[in-house]
């Protein structure tokens, strides 16, 4: 019988280095991630960082509408539309083996483009311990190394100092704004969002080791040629 890593090889990846891992998320994950959402994951202080505010929905378990069952319905999409033209990788991050966070990285034909985007975020209990820095140059670093990415995009709302610093330390430089609109409670709302970019040239690497299960699979999967 093939397993559920040769049936679907992102769920084969797996990201480690010192106390973090990064794997694809399963619907293992979710009771754990419902909680960690539960707990909080915007700092008061900081503009709302999303472009939907998904996480302030109303708890609703078991309800058609509402927080878990919206973001589940994204969490599965991505992996109904999984293609090599356009793929999107949503990464568990466990600290220590206690899952703290998430880290995207998705790309649109990728094979022509070799760029893509990151985005993370942290529960707040989690913030301070520099997970986020590090989180993120591990799905940078795997982006250059195993898919061959010539260079990783992101953004954040102005006024957003702690995902400034996250990409700062990991190596981005900024790249233009641009007003974008948020879907809140309230409304949709125009903000300004920073772009950044990261290349192999200014990228900024973790101290310590790092080790990867998985990328030879899933680069056959997205039909990448290194």
């Known amino acids: 019988m093939l397993s559920l890593e040769e049936i679907f090889p992102p769920f084969g990846l797996r990201v480690t280095s010192g106390p973090i891992e990064l794997r694809v998320l399963r619907d293992d994950d979710l009771p754990e991630l419902v909680d960690l959402v539960g707990g909080g994951v915007q700092p008061p202080e900081q503009p709302m960082p999303f472009l939907h505010d998904w996480h302030q929905q109303p708890f609703a378990p078991g309800a058609p509408d509402g927080f878990p069952t919206t973001s589940l319905a994204w969490w599965w999409t991505q992996r109904a539309q999984f293609a090599p033209a356009h793929w999107r990788l949503a990464l568990t991050v466990r600290r220590d083996g206690e899952l703290v966070g998430m880290q995207d990285l998705n790309a649109r034909d990728f094979a ?79 903000v300004d969002e920073q772009r950044v970019v990261v290349t192999p040239a200014t990228y900024v690497r973790q101290d310590g080791d790092v080790v990867i299960e998985g990328a030879e699979a899933l680069r056959r999967f997205l039909a990448i040629d290194r």
């Not at 311990?129 to 992101?154: I, K, P, W």
């Not at 400034?164 to 409304?187: C, D, M, P």
């Open 112 to 190: 022509l483009t070799r760029h893509v985007e990151t985005g993370s975020w942290l529960g707040l209990a989690h913030h301070g311990r520099g997970t986020g820095t590090l989180m993120r140059q591990l799905v940078v670093g795997f982006a250059f190394d195993e898919l061959g990415a010539l260079e990783c995009g992101s953004g954040f709302i102005i006024g957003n100092r702690a995902s400034a610093a996250v990409s700062r330390k990991t190596g981005y430089l900024e790249n233009g704004q641009r007003r974008i609109v948020q879907h809140t409670r309230q409304g949709e709302i125009g």
